[in-house]
């Protein structure tokens, strides 16, 4: 008897992972589409920045910020991973968060389907119910859950307890959601030093700081205009030499990228030299170009690091909100930079993937910059906001994806990226 009970209490301990997959994993996703940037939004996320940037808010003050249903949707649409989708409900005194994952694909499903309600009254955020696939957890377990989660983050995240602390109160009503917090100046000096941990962990600081010495030899001999090929070529043999001596390809892919970033936005290197080494000899200027501009080597060298340190989805938003602003102020809507900003990003999504070693071989002998970015001709620039609307009307029309798939086809042209 003995015996059976074990061989029964093993099969049940083995099943019972397939069991909670297979109840919560389906086959489709059920939220298909997100929010998608447009013009309007642009404004009103410049506004809102301007009302809550840190460096004109004095230490203690009250601010209340308050989001629409539309905004909060763009938020967490640009904030989730790729392969997945989310939606956002706001209703009076109610939040409702529906969003779908991609899983790696198996018998029992590819998408993870996860929905909370959440009741919301002033400083009192209580979950009401959380659902996974057919996996529905009820009122007292999902508040269990959540306040086990809750702990989880706070051990994880110091800066968790200062965040929650400095938020007083949280209002949702029909599609509108506000939040009252206390500004707090050395919340943000930590959550600086968070970011810069995250974004460049140990185990990148050494690499960059190595591409970066690299790229201060070559930059004292360069002239103005020289193209962006001739730094990137040196930087890939350089590479090659260390990914073979047992680096990591993609870490070190990932590295020059972002030691190219710091470069060409002139960021000083010693923030990130170690106590006690010796400091790095600072790049003052990098006079490089792309198809013969300036700017098109920094939209794309600035997009590729971002892609590098915070992801594609940030880098793709970033450089569209880039172009509607200059559309309202700046020198114009650019498909061209828009172009050099999207191809940054799939250099750095191929520079870091499954063939981050072929990548290093093609770049290091590279001689041409049409290896990594497409021509630019007959692209429309230049284009104010009046001029864009009458044109395009936002940047989910239908004449607006026909020039944004001729941008998508030119990248995808390129053999680099095939």
């Not at 203690?60 to 910020?65: A, H, I």
């Not at 004292?220 to 890939?236: A, C, D, E, K, N």
């Amino acid at each position: 008897m003995m015996r059976l009970f074990l061989a029964l209490l093993a099969i049940v301990l083995l099943l019972s992972p397939l069991w909670v997959a297979a109840l919560i994993l389906d086959s489709s996703p059920r939220v298909i589409e997100t929010t998608s940037l447009g013009i309007d939004d642009v404004e009103n996320a410049r506004k809102l920045l301007r009302e809550n940037d840190p460096r004109r808010l004095v230490d203690g003050e009250r601010k209340e910020v308050v989001l629409r249903e539309r905004e909060v949707n763009l938020v967490l649409s640009y904030l989730l991973p790729e392969g997945a989708t989310s939606q956002v409900v706001l209703g009076p005194g109610l939040l409702v968060v529906a969003a779908s994952s991609e899983v790696p694909a198996s018998f029992l499903g590819s998408y993870l389907n996860v929905e909370a309600a959440f009741a919301v009254d002033h400083d009192l955020v209580e979950p009401i119910f959380i659902s996974a696939g057919s996996l529905s957890l009820p009122g007292w377990l999902a508040r269990t859950a959540f306040a086990l989660g809750g702990g989880v983050l706070q051990m994880a995240v110091p800066e968790y307890n200062s965040v929650l602390e400095s938020v007083e109160s949280v209002s949702a009503d029909e599609g509108m959601l506000s939040v009252t917090y206390q500004w707090r100046a050395e919340l943000l000096r930590q959550l600086k030093s968070r970011r810069r941990n995250w974004i460049l962990p140990a185990e990148l600081r050494e690499r960059v700081l190595a591409y970066y010495v690299v790229l201060a030899e070559h930059s004292r001999t360069m002239q103005p205009g020289t193209s962006l090929v001739h730094l990137i070529r040196p930087l890939f043999e350089t590479a090659i030499i260390r990914s073979e001596s047992g680096g990591d390809a993609r870490l070190e892919n990932r590295a020059l990228i972002l030691a190219l970033g710091m470069a060409i936005q002139r960021m000083n290197p010693n923030r990130i030299v170690p106590e006690g080494s010796n400091p790095v000899v600072r790049i003052p200027y990098l006079p490089v170009t792309l198809r013969g501009r300036h700017d098109l080597a920094q939209h794309f060298v600035v997009s590729a690091a971002i892609a590098a340190g915070g992801g594609v989805k940030l880098a793709d938003v970033v450089g569209v909100f880039k172009e509607l602003s200059d559309s309202q102020g700046g020198t114009g809507f650019s498909f061209p930079d828009l172009l050099a900003d999207r191809a940054g990003v799939v250099f750095t999504e191929t520079a870091t993937g499954r063939s981050a070693r072929q990548f290093q071989r093609r770049l290091a002998v590279a001689t041409d910059e049409s290896t990594f970015m497409p021509s630019i001709d007959r692209l429309p620039e230049g284009l104010r906001e009046y001029e864009f609307r009458r044109r395009y009307r936002d940047i989910d029309t239908r004449i607006y994806a026909r020039i944004k798939d001729e941008v998508e086809r030119r990248i995808d042209n390129l053999a680099l990226y095939r």
